[in-house]
């Protein structure tokens, strides 16, 4: 075709690329299913109001499906994401192929065409808790139903429940406000708590077989370089509620933050149940008797809990004449648990210490990560906020400093005074933490408080840094000695 001056050239259009094979078109993915489109527009509006519901209170990155496994020759729950996956798309590498949760994978857990599961939100405040009443190898549905409607009256008002996926259990869901909380501690909280649910259980007369706490945090163990992640622990895995039409009742389960949730086991105690031994275990005695049988305060523990949660009011004292205060590049904060946790673990370290007297920074981290392990106390361990509640100690005398020096080889020397001590012992003399402080604990406290306006800049002790005397040699001598004053020459 003969184009002419000032013409546009539209051979081009009506090319045959068309007619070519085109190439195949990658697979679409987050397809809606085909239960959720036969629903009415309605219905439909209520699922994805229900999805989203979810969707803001959950873990994008933790979360699993239910999968086949070869070894329990069924489907069983399994996360999404490796571990090899996440720990890089942490560090930033945001193209190690992560699946993220989505909507499409809620709606399809919602409308039955598969099995969904959450871990708790470790971004936004509000996550999501399950408490799953577990009736596998013994138990009835009527008894898990009676105990969460005892859960329901009790403890958790406005509680929604669903039956479990086989009929023979029941679940719980209620959403926590997490705020201010490290997903460790909050994970610490959890397991304090879930004891707690296991003892009400036990005192009770349900035919349960077991209570847990699911969708709990994934924590990451962070490197000692910015940004570096050693490794994950994924949190454990719980169902998604399913029935979609309860979206109100949803919305007014029970609501709660982590401080009310942490503190149900201080406002309900609830004793261990006491099972009657046998007549031959009764009568051993000493290291006769069976390990699991022996009676003790502590348990095989060095720090009891009830010392630590005894130890609340003195703490309290304490910080109500100053708070300690962390070093500025720390954003840690110390709080009435942190100092009776310190406090009990000075006494312990007081009454049983080391051979050379020492008391190394790093025995109390071991004991303070055993207590939170054991889900005894919430808080997990911070140099920054030991360091400032022992500083606070030593600023207003209550330790006693036999050597403040320390380098890698030695620790300090240093203790309780036997004024902190006794403060310690008056307050654990008391049957309980609600009668009033003792009266020398006060005293002492007031003391505290005019000796800091007397001398409001009063500095105690600090650890003090020092070169060991065992690395200052003398080489010159030391190769002369050796028959190498060759060497010292050179050196020179």
Same mark, same amino acid.
């Given at each position: 075709?003969?184009?002419?001056?000032g013409?546009?050239?539209?051979?081009?259009?009506?090319?045959?690329?068309?007619?070519?094979?085109?190439p195949?078109?990658r697979? =679409?993915?987050?397809?809606l299913?085909d239960a959720y489109?036969?629903?009415?527009?309605?219905?439909r509006?209520?699922?994805?109001?229900a999805?989203k519901?979810?969707?803001?209170?959950?873990s994008?990155?933790?979360?699993?499906?239910?999968? $086949?496994?070869?070894?329990a020759g *069924? #489907?069983?729950? *399994? #996360?999404v994401?490796l *571990? !090899?996956q996440?720990?890089?798309y942490?560090?930033?590498?945001?193209?190690s192929?992560?699946?993220?949760?989505?909507?499409?994978a809620?709606?399809?857990?919602?409308?039955?065409d598969?099995?969904?599961?959450?871990?708790?939100?470790?971004?936004?405040?509000?996550t999501?808790?399950?408490?799953?009443?577990d009736?596998?190898?013994?138990? /009835?549905l009527?008894?898990a139903?009676?105990?969460?409607q005892f859960l329901?009256?009790?403890?958790?008002?406005?509680l929604?429940?669903?039956?479990?996926?086989?009929g023979?259990? &029941?679940?719980?869901f209620?959403?926590?406000d997490k705020?201010?909380?490290? !997903?460790?501690?909050?994970?610490?909280?959890?397991?304090?708590?879930?004891?707690?649910?296991?003892?009400?259980?036990?005192? /009770?007369a349900?035919?349960?077989?077991?209570?847990?706490l699911?969708?709990?945090?994934?924590t990451?163990e962070?490197?000692?370089?910015?940004g570096?992640?050693?490794?994950?622990t994924?949190?454990?895995?719980?169902?998604?509620? =399913?029935?979609?039409r309860?979206?109100?009742?949803?919305?007014?389960t029970?609501?709660? /933050?982590?401080?009310?949730?942490r503190s149900?086991?201080?406002r309900?105690?609830?004793?261990?149940?006491?099972?009657p031994?046998?007549?031959?275990?009764?009568?051993k005695t000493?290291?006769?008797?069976?390990q @699991?049988?022996? *009676?003790?305060?502590?348990?095989g523990?060095?720090?009891d809990?009830d010392v630590?949660?005894?130890l609340?009011?003195?703490?309290?004292?304490?910080l109500?004449?100053?708070?300690?205060?962390?070093?500025?590049s720390s954003r840690?904060?110390?709080v &009435?648990?942190?100092?009776?946790t310190?406090?009990?673990?000075i006494?312990?370290c007081?009454?049983?210490p080391?051979p050379?007297?020492?008391?190394p920074?790093?025995?109390?981290?071991?004991?303070?990560?055993? &207590?939170?392990?054991?889900?005894?106390i919430s808080?997990?361990? @911070?140099f920054h906020r030991?360091?400032?509640?022992r500083d606070?100690?030593?600023?207003?005398?209550?330790?006693?400093?036999?050597?403040?020096?320390?380098?890698f080889?030695k620790?300090?020397r240093?203790?309780?005074?036997?004024e902190l001590?006794?403060?310690?012992?008056?307050?654990?003399g =008391?049957?309980?933490?609600?009668?009033?402080p %003792?009266? %020398?604990s006060?005293v002492?406290?007031?003391?505290?408080?005019?000796s800091?306006?007397?001398?409001?800049?009063?500095?105690g002790v600090r650890?003090?840094m020092v070169? $060991? %005397?065992?690395? =200052?040699?003398d080489?010159?001598?030391?190769l002369?000695a050796?028959g190498?004053?060759?060497?010292?020459?050179?050196?020179a």
């Amino acid at each position: 075709m003969e184009v002419q001056q000032g013409q546009i050239n539209t051979d081009w259009l009506v090319a045959d690329w068309h007619e070519k094979e085109r190439p195949k078109r990658r697979r =679409r993915r987050n397809v809606l299913p085909d239960a959720y489109r036969r629903l009415f527009k309605e219905e439909r509006q209520q699922v994805r109001a229900a999805a989203k519901w979810i969707f803001k209170k959950v873990s994008l990155l933790d979360w699993g499906r239910k999968m $086949p496994d070869e070894k329990a020759g *069924k #489907p069983v729950p *399994k #996360p999404v994401n490796l *571990k !090899d996956q996440v720990v890089p798309y942490i560090q930033g590498n945001w193209g190690s192929w992560v699946h993220k949760l989505t909507l499409t994978a809620i709606i399809r857990h919602l409308v039955g065409d598969d099995t969904a599961y959450f871990t708790a939100n470790s971004l936004g405040d509000e996550t999501l808790l399950m408490i799953d009443i577990d009736c596998h190898a013994s138990g /009835t549905l009527e008894g898990a139903t009676q105990f969460a409607q005892f859960l329901k009256e009790n403890y958790f008002p406005n509680l929604y429940v669903e039956t479990s996926t086989h009929g023979n259990g &029941a679940h719980g869901f209620l959403v926590v406000d997490k705020s201010f909380w490290k !997903d460790a501690e909050y994970k610490g909280v959890l397991a304090r708590v879930e004891k707690w649910l296991k003892r009400v259980l036990r005192s /009770t007369a349900f035919d349960v077989e077991d209570v847990e706490l699911k969708g709990t945090p994934m924590t990451v163990e962070w490197g000692s370089r910015r940004g570096e992640v050693r490794g994950v622990t994924y949190g454990f895995l719980a169902k998604m509620p =399913r029935d979609w039409r309860r979206l109100a009742e949803w919305e007014g389960t029970t609501r709660m /933050t982590a401080h009310e949730l942490r503190s149900l086991p201080e406002r309900f105690p609830v004793e261990e149940p006491v099972e009657p031994e046998p007549a031959q275990v009764e009568a051993k005695t000493g290291t006769d008797a069976p390990q @699991s049988k022996r *009676k003790g305060s502590v348990l095989g523990k060095m720090v009891d809990p009830d010392v630590i949660r005894k130890l609340e009011p003195l703490a309290k004292e304490l910080l109500a004449v100053k708070t300690p205060e962390t070093v500025r590049s720390s954003r840690a904060k110390v709080v &009435a648990e942190d100092v009776q946790t310190a406090l009990a673990l000075i006494r312990a370290c007081t009454l049983h210490p080391n051979p050379d007297g020492s008391l190394p920074l790093m025995r109390v981290k071991g004991l303070w990560d055993a &207590a939170y392990q054991a889900g005894d106390i919430s808080r997990a361990f @911070s140099f920054h906020r030991f360091q400032a509640i022992r500083d606070m100690l030593s600023d207003r005398e209550l330790l006693e400093w036999e050597d403040a020096d320390y380098h890698f080889r030695k620790a300090c020397r240093w203790r309780a005074s036997e004024e902190l001590m006794g403060m310690m012992e008056s307050v654990l003399g =008391r049957n309980s933490t609600t009668t009033p402080p %003792s009266l %020398s604990s006060i005293v002492v406290c007031n003391a505290i408080a005019e000796s800091l306006r007397d001398r409001p800049d009063h500095v105690g002790v600090r650890p003090r840094m020092v070169y $060991p %005397s065992l690395l =200052r040699t003398d080489w010159d001598s030391e190769l002369t000695a050796a028959g190498l004053e060759h060497l010292a020459r050179l050196a020179a």
